[in-house]
C-alpha cells in the first residue's frame, strides 16, 4: 500500500512536470528567494527569472535531464550581448542566500565579477551540494570565513573565491577535494598556515595563494602534487626556505614566491630545473651564492632575483642559457663581472641595479 502511494505520487510529479512544462516547484522557489536576495540594477538578468519552467529561458540557469536545476552561471564580466547593449559590465549587490542549498541537484555555482554581493558563503553549501563541480564567486565583497567542511564537496573540480574579502584560515579540509583541478583564492584576506598536507590534493593544478596574509612555511608535500603547472603564494607573509623538492616537480612552470618572508639559499633544483619558466623569488631575505647550474637547457621567461641578500658573482654559466626573457637581480649584493653572452645582450642596467660591486655592460666597465 505505502509503495503504491509513492510511485502514485512520483507518477502524477511526472506528469505535472510533462504537462506544465514546469520545473520543479522546490528548484523554481530556491531560485526565486536566490533572486530575492540580489539586486542587479542595471541589466535586468533577473526579469527572465519568472513564470513556471526554470529550466527554459532564466538568465543563466540550466536544468539536468530530469529537469532538476543544474547550472546557475552568473557573470558580470561576460561576452553576452546584453552587456554591450548596456555598454557596462555587470554590478550586483545583496548576498548569496541560503536557499541555493536546496538545489541539491546543482554541478555549477558561478557568481562572479558583481564587485558588490557582500554577506557570505552559505555554510550549508558544503553538506547540501553534493554534486558541485565549480563554485566560483571571483570578484564579489564575500566576506567571512570559507566553511570548515568545504573538504566534503568530492567532486569539486574549480574552487574560485578570488578577489573577496574572506578572512580566517583555509580549513584543513580542503586537503579532502580529491578531484580539485583549480584552487583560486587570491586576493583575500586569509591567515594561518597551508595546511602541510596540501600534497593530498592529487589533481591539482592551480595553486593560487597570493595576495592574503599566510604566514607559516612552504609545504614541501605541494612537490607531490604531479599536476601542479602553476603555484602563486606571492604577497603573503610566508617564511622559512624554499623546499628543495619544488625543483624536482615534472610540470610546474610558474613559480611566484615573491614579497614574502623566505629566507635561506635559493635551491639549485630551482635554477637548474628546465620545465620551470618563472620564477620571482623577488622581495624576501634570501641569502647566499647564485648556484653556477645553469645550461644551455635554462628557459627562463622570468627570473626575477631581486630585492634579496644574494651575494658573490653571476655565475658564467648564465651566459650559456638558451633564453632569458626578463633577468632582475637589482636590490642584492652581488659582485664581479656581468659575464658576456647572448641572454644578457638586450637587459638594461636596472636588471643589474643597487648590487655591491657589479660591472661590466650594462653597467660601468670592471
Ligand atoms: C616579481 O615580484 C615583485 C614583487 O612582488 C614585483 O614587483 C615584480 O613586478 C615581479 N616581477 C615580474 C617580472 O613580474
Known sequence: MGRMKVSLAALVTLAFCFSANACPPGDRAALLAFKAALNEPYLGIFN??????????????????????ADIVLRGESEDPIFEKAGRSGYMSGEIAASVCQLDRLTTLVVADWKAIAGEIPA???????????????GNQISGKIPADIGSLGRLTVLNLADNKLTGAIPPSIVNLGSLMHLDLTNNKLTGEIPSDVGKLTMMSRALLSRNQLTGSIPSSFANIYRLADIDLSMNRISGSIPAQLGTMPVLSTLNLDSNRLSGSIPTS?????????????????????????????????????????????????????????????????????????????????????????????????
Do not use: M
Open 270 to 366: 630551482l635554477l637548474s630545473s628546465a620545465g620551470l619558466n618563472v620564477l620571482n623569488i623577488s622581495r624576501n631575505s634570501l641569502e647566499g651564492n647564485l648556484p653556477d647550474v645553469f645550461g644551455p637547457k635554462t628557459y627562463f621567461t622570468v627570473l626575477d632575483l631581486s630585492y634579496n641578500q644574494l651575494r658573490g658573482s653571476i655565475p658564467k654559466s648564465l651566459s650559456s642559457a638558451k633564453y632569458i626573457g626578463h633577468l632582475d637581480l637589482s636590490y642584492n649584493h652581488l659582485c664581479g663581472p656581468i659575464p658576456v653572452g647572448s641572454p644578457f645582450d638586450h637587459l638594461e642596467a636596472s636588471s643589474f641595479a643597487n648590487n655591491d660591486c657589479l660591472c661590466g655592460s650594462p653597467l660601468r666597465t670592471c
Open 48 to 69: 527572465s527569472w519568472a513564470g513556471t519552467d526554470c529550466c527554459t529561458n532564466w538568465y543563466g540557469v540550466s536544468c539536468d535531464p530530469d529537469r532538476r536545476v
Open 124 to 138: 550549508c553549501i558544503p553538506s547540501s551540494l553534493p554534486i558541485l563541480r565549480i563554485f566560483d564567486i571571483v
